[in-house]
Protein backbone atom coordinates (compact mmCIF):
# COMPACT_ATOMS: atom_id res chain seq x y z
CA UNK A 1 0.00 0.00 0.00
CA UNK A 2 1.16 3.20 -0.37
CA UNK A 3 2.98 5.75 2.24
CA UNK A 4 2.41 9.32 2.19
CA UNK A 5 4.46 12.23 3.81
CA UNK A 6 3.59 15.93 3.45
CA UNK A 7 6.57 18.60 3.92
CA UNK A 8 6.49 22.21 3.26
CA UNK A 9 3.73 23.63 6.25
CA UNK A 10 5.39 26.72 8.26
CA UNK A 11 4.32 30.20 9.23
CA UNK A 12 3.88 33.13 6.70
CA UNK A 13 2.19 35.95 6.39
CA UNK A 14 -0.62 37.00 4.94
CA UNK A 15 -0.09 37.34 1.14
CA UNK A 16 2.91 35.40 0.63
CA UNK A 17 3.17 31.78 -0.57
CA UNK A 18 4.05 28.02 0.71
CA UNK A 19 4.59 25.31 -1.48
CA UNK A 20 3.42 21.73 -0.04
CA UNK A 21 5.04 18.21 -0.86
CA UNK A 22 3.31 14.60 -0.54
CA UNK A 23 6.14 12.51 -0.98
CA UNK A 24 5.21 8.69 -1.79
CA UNK A 25 6.34 5.20 -1.87
CA UNK A 26 4.93 1.75 -2.35
CA UNK A 27 2.97 3.13 -4.93
CA UNK A 28 2.96 5.38 -8.17
CA UNK A 29 1.34 8.27 -7.67
CA UNK A 30 0.16 8.39 -11.49
CA UNK A 31 -2.16 5.07 -9.98
CA UNK A 32 -4.18 6.98 -7.72
CA UNK A 33 -6.21 10.32 -7.58
CA UNK A 34 -4.17 12.47 -5.33
CA UNK A 35 -6.07 15.31 -3.23
CA UNK A 36 -5.03 17.94 -0.64
CA UNK A 37 -7.46 18.01 2.18
CA UNK A 38 -6.93 20.67 4.94
CA UNK A 39 -8.88 20.38 8.77
CA UNK A 40 -9.16 23.30 11.16
CA UNK A 41 -9.56 22.97 14.75
CA UNK A 42 -13.45 21.96 15.41
CA UNK A 43 -14.06 21.69 11.70
CA UNK A 44 -14.49 18.83 9.07
CA UNK A 45 -11.54 17.82 6.57
CA UNK A 46 -12.14 19.92 3.70
CA UNK A 47 -11.41 19.49 0.19
CA UNK A 48 -9.02 21.64 -1.24
CA UNK A 49 -7.66 20.31 -4.85
CA UNK A 50 -7.27 17.17 -6.60
CA UNK A 51 -5.63 15.70 -9.56
CA UNK A 52 -6.94 12.53 -11.30
CA UNK A 53 -4.84 9.91 -12.74
CA UNK A 54 -5.90 11.26 -15.96
CA UNK A 55 -4.21 14.18 -14.93
CA UNK A 56 -7.59 16.61 -14.63
CA UNK A 57 -7.29 18.73 -11.80
CA UNK A 58 -10.32 19.79 -9.31
CA UNK A 59 -9.64 23.14 -6.97
CA UNK A 60 -12.30 24.49 -3.99
CA UNK A 61 -14.10 27.50 -4.85
CA UNK A 62 -12.20 28.92 -2.04
CA UNK A 63 -8.75 28.54 -3.27
CA UNK A 64 -9.50 28.41 -7.24
CA UNK A 65 -6.77 30.77 -8.90
CA UNK A 66 -4.47 31.04 -5.65
CA UNK A 67 -3.80 27.32 -5.24
CA UNK A 68 -1.89 25.08 -7.89
CA UNK A 69 -1.72 21.54 -7.58
CA UNK A 70 1.31 19.50 -9.86
CA UNK A 71 2.12 15.98 -10.10
CA UNK A 72 6.11 14.62 -11.01
CA UNK A 73 5.96 11.01 -11.76
CA UNK A 74 9.39 10.74 -11.72
CA UNK A 75 9.58 12.31 -8.05
CA UNK A 76 6.59 10.13 -7.37
CA UNK A 77 5.49 13.72 -5.36
CA UNK A 78 2.48 15.85 -5.45
CA UNK A 79 3.07 19.50 -4.63
CA UNK A 80 0.62 22.12 -3.64
CA UNK A 81 2.03 25.83 -4.84
CA UNK A 82 -0.16 28.05 -2.33
CA UNK A 83 0.30 31.96 -3.02
CA UNK A 84 -1.45 34.62 -1.84
CA UNK A 85 -2.37 33.16 1.26
CA UNK A 86 -4.52 34.10 3.74
CA UNK A 87 -5.43 33.36 7.62
CA UNK A 88 -8.48 31.40 6.77
CA UNK A 89 -6.29 29.22 4.71
CA UNK A 90 -4.42 28.27 8.25
CA UNK A 91 -4.70 24.72 8.60
CA UNK A 92 -3.59 20.74 9.09
CA UNK A 93 -3.35 20.23 5.67
CA UNK A 94 -3.14 16.13 4.26
CA UNK A 95 -2.22 14.85 0.89
CA UNK A 96 -4.45 11.90 0.30
CA UNK A 97 -4.66 9.00 -2.12
CA UNK A 98 -7.37 6.88 -3.74
CA UNK A 99 -7.03 4.19 -6.13
CA UNK A 100 -11.08 3.41 -6.47
CA UNK A 101 -12.12 4.18 -10.16
CA UNK A 102 -15.44 5.83 -8.15
CA UNK A 103 -13.34 8.68 -6.24
CA UNK A 104 -10.98 9.23 -9.44
CA UNK A 105 -14.38 9.77 -11.85
CA UNK A 106 -17.27 10.74 -9.27
CA UNK A 107 -17.10 14.25 -8.09
CA UNK A 108 -19.18 13.56 -5.00
CA UNK A 109 -16.61 11.24 -4.40
CA UNK A 110 -13.82 13.30 -5.04
CA UNK A 111 -14.43 16.24 -2.79
CA UNK A 112 -15.12 13.73 0.39
CA UNK A 113 -12.55 12.71 2.85
CA UNK A 114 -14.00 9.90 3.72
CA UNK A 115 -13.42 8.08 0.52
CA UNK A 116 -9.77 8.33 0.36
CA UNK A 117 -7.95 4.99 1.58
CA UNK A 118 -4.37 6.77 2.50
CA UNK A 119 -3.35 9.07 3.88
CA UNK A 120 -0.20 11.33 5.23
CA UNK A 121 0.35 12.54 8.89
CA UNK A 122 -0.52 16.41 7.61
CA UNK A 123 1.66 19.34 7.85
CA UNK A 124 0.46 22.54 9.37
CA UNK A 125 0.07 25.51 7.68
CA UNK A 126 -0.03 28.75 9.83
CA UNK A 127 -0.67 32.35 8.09
CA UNK A 128 -0.75 35.62 9.92
CA UNK A 129 -2.59 38.75 9.26
Known amino acids: QVQLVESGGGLVQAGGSLRLSCAAS????????MAWFRQSSDNERQFVAAIRQSGTIYYADSVKGRFTISRDNAENTVYLQMKSLKPEDTALYYC???????????????????????WGQGTQVTVSS
Open 26 to 33: GGTVSDYV
Open 96 to 118: AADPSRLTDTVNSFRIRALNYAY
